[in-house]
């Protein structure tokens, strides 16, 4: 039986967590396959916050096999840390198993994502810092460690004795002044490959099995599709592919074990880090959507998220390359309140209309969106929200359905799940409580023709930073 993919269709931070907590309870696998400790995933259940950086979003259900793929760069005092953090808060964590072809992230990994940063001037994607981008540039250049190498202490100080220097030289040459005593750094991954030999597995052999044997599978897609290195805002976002085809290549199954990808899209846009976002906004009605909703703040480093309305150009994008057959629309909540909703449908530049986005960062930074302003909702408490979720899609605000559609019909993915809130009881799903007919997309890329335009709303112009 092939398996589900979730992606996000933005830049992170969609809600991807909530929506995969929800379907684990479905699914007899959950698999992470691309990004590293750069990701935050928020699990909220009942009162009790999980905010998991490498741990599929699955791991504290017990019955859901849990796996990190070949894809995802493992920093393993990082994955010690949540495994120990779950255990102490009464979680076995024994569903979990990790590739032994994972690359692992190194100490000059870390100190490198900051030297990098530092000479880039105005290239740097301002990361997370985890040593995600040099951990992915090893590993393409073939200078990196795996896990099952970590487990062998004889190729572990062949690969730290042959490696070690250059990356002294490396690190002096972009002016840092960091060394590495290469006894210490065996010394402590060997003692993490004790602790964490008992979950290393050849993943894409368990993943493979399952599919096999009819289990249910749902692959974890970590960032967001716009911070693809291939599909997104090069060279703002990371260094791992984010789009739901990575799901196959980082957990080592075949492009057919996928039959449902679930596009994550939030009802606004906010991103943590550099890069032109023609729908920014600044002042009062950045600070009605950051302070909303719990706030618009990075789960891994806390900066305060940028934010902006909903851009249907960027994520028509991201329903093609992930090939969405469905959706699932987060934080409609966060929105109520607004007499109307502005959503850009396409691109001003100069005068010339964009429906596509572009692959030139300069003219994304040149580009002012085009609104169109949709009816607002009312603003209500947590407990309204949690009372309609309970009644379904009908008891929402009309509006907040109409936007709703209005994303559906756009993208050409069935409407899945909407989410109003932090918990799992938030959550409307669409596909028990009512037969939504499957939509056509309205629109296309391409520089089309006109349909009826309400006025332009012009954005001041936006630049990379
Ligand atoms: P890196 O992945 O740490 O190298 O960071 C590259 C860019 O991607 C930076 O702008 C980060 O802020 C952004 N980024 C990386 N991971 C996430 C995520 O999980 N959510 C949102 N932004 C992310």
Redesign the pocket.
Known sequence: MPGTAVIGCQ???EGKGKIVDVLAAESDLVVRFN?GA???HTVQVGSDSFAFRLLPSGIIRPNVLNVIGNGVVVDPGQLLEEIDGLRQRGYAVENLRVSDRAHVVMPWHKAL?TLEEGVKGGMA??????G??PAFEDKVGRWGIRVTDILDPIVLRKKLESYLPAKHRIILALGGTESFVLERIFNQYREFATRLQEFVADAGFVVHEALANGKSVLFEG???TH?DVDHGIYP????SNCVAAAACVGSGVGPAAIGRVIGVVKAFTS?????PFPTELDGKEAEYLRERGGGEY????RRPRRVGWLDLVMVRLSARVNGLTDLAVTKLDVLGGLETVPVAFAYDHYDEELRAFPANMHVLAECNPVYEELTGWEDLPPEEWRRIAANGFGALPKEAQAYVRWIEKELGAKLAFVSVGRGREDTIDLRRTTVTPRPTARLTEGPTPAAPRSPRRSAKSHRAK
Do not use: M
């Open positions: 830049f992170g931070d990004g750069n990701a935050g994502d994607a301002e990361t997370t810092k985890r995600i981008g970590a960032q967001g911070l703002y976002g990371t260094s991103r943590v880090g550099a890069g990075g789960t891994v480093t």
